[in-house]
């Protein structure tokens, strides 16, 4: 009797729960083969063929519907070219470089001498002429004129030409360099303000020394600032792969034309993780332009003044609305900044009736002007707003006395 319950009971559990997975089955089924509405339906997909010879990866890339790079690629990959830059460098042989007490008595000078050693730098760049001028970043060439680097500039035609330095710029990280040649592949330029976020990119340049690596990717951002790589900070962002030996590479568009010079990478393990930063086209070029015609460039700023980010318990104190805004917290009492009305403690919020969100915002805004100019500056100060006509002055003469 006790078998026959036992066994009536076990029949039992066993055709329950296959009334539930049955049931979780046949409710999933049901989700899949719902009607799908006629306005939301799609062509179906023709019949397979049937597998016969390996087609070319542009071909499967196109029958799938993804895009196809190969043309651009190709055409892109021969106007980028690998730098080397090598430069001396004096190293200290202090015995007590760090100790306090040391440069006490002896200063930051080095009276035990010093010792010669190069430094190598890898990178990349882009001939933007055939004529051979090639745009690369400042850091790729050592950003240190005086120590007279050597500059290899290696091209598509495995060819190795000696680069001369024209000019750098560090706040923008944009170095311009001319190389002998005529008739040399170029990368026209495209214009950066028209790039979208989601459009597709390519970066082409020499990640560990593997000349011509092209990695595909989107615009993920553009007008990126506040990151800490340069002082002149307007960056496009994307997720195409970006290592290093990547800076001073191309970033180019769909139509081949270079948007952006790939200049550096946020990663907690000094390795690609998803998120670059290229200098916009328009301002490569612009700042390429000066290059060659000054040997430098020329920007705007408001002579004498230091600024810093807003803090909230610093506008709290003075009644500001926000924290928006850069704070002068230095200024010299000589400069035409103090004469027409500036004065330390001032939160300058518009130049020109452009609002300013930060320091970055207003040296950008103040770069871009003309040198000679005045500018209109609103400042809050003590409760209120203050309008302020100030002359603005070139950046290479600036000084906080």
């Not at 009797?1 to 089924?29: K, N, Q, W």
């Not at 195409?240 to 081949?256: D, E, F, K």
């Not at 103090?338 to 009736?353: C, H």
């Not at 207003?362 to 500018?375: C, F, N, Q």
Request: a neutral charge; aromatic letters at 6%; glycine letters at 12%.
């Amino acid at each position: 009797m006790r078998r026959l319950i036992v066994s009536a009971l076990l029949l039992a559990l066993g055709f329950a729960a296959g009334l539930t997975v049955t049931g979780g089955i046949r409710a999933a089924g049901d989700v899949v083969a719902a009607p799908v509405p006629a306005d939301r339906m799609e062509p179906a997909a023709a019949p397979a063929e049937p597998a016969a010879e390996a087609q070319p990866a542009a071909s499967i890339a196109a029958v799938a519907g993804g895009p196809d790079f190969t043309r651009v690629a190709g055409a892109a990959v021969k106007g980028v070219a690998n730098i080397s830059s090598v430069q001396v460098v004096q190293r200290r042989s202090r015995p007590f470089a760090n100790d306090p007490f040391f440069e006490y008595f002896f200063g930051q000078d080095d009276v035990f001498g010093g010792r010669s050693r190069r430094s190598l730098s890898l990178g990349s760049g882009v001939i933007v002429s055939p004529d051979g001028y090639v745009v690369t970043n400042s850091h790729v060439i050592g950003e240190n004129l005086r120590s007279m680097p050597e500059v290899t500039v290696a091209l598509a035609d495995k060819r190795e030409v000696r680069g001369t330095i024209i000019g750098l710029d560090p706040p923008t990280d944009i170095a311009l360099l001319k190389i002998d040649g005529k008739g040399l592949p170029v990368v026209p330029w495209g214009d950066s303000s028209r790039l979208q976020v989601g459009e597709w990119v390519l970066a082409i340049g020499s990640p560990f020394q593997l000349s011509q690596t092209v990695t595909a990717g989107i615009i993920s951002a553009t007008g990126r600032a506040n990151i800490g790589f340069t002082d002149y900070e307007d960056f496009i962002q994307t997720d195409a792969a970006i290592n290093p030996g990547n800076s001073g590479g191309a970033l180019i568009n769909g139509r081949g034309e270079l948007v952006g010079i790939n200049t550096g990478i946020f990663s907690q393990s000094g390795g690609y993780q998803g998120i670059g930063f290229a200098v916009p086209s328009n301002l490569a070029h612009s700042v390429i332009d000066s290059l060659m015609k000054y040997g430098e460039v020329r920007r705007g700023t408001i002579e004498g003044i230091r600024v810093e980010g807003v803090s909230p318990a610093y506008a709290r104190e003075i009644a500001a609305p926000n924290t928006n805004g850069a704070l002068i917290v230095e200024m010299s009492r000589r400069s035409d900044a103090f004469t027409a009305g500036l004065r330390p403690g001032d939160i300058i919020v518009s130049v020109n009736g452009q609002a300013i969100s930060d320091p970055g915002q207003l040296l950008r805004l103040l770069a871009d002007a003309s040198v000679g100019s005045t500018a209109s500056v609103r400042v809050w100060r003590e409760g209120r707003s203050i309008d302020v006509r100030v002359p603005i002055a070139s950046s290479s003469r600036e000084r906080v006395r």
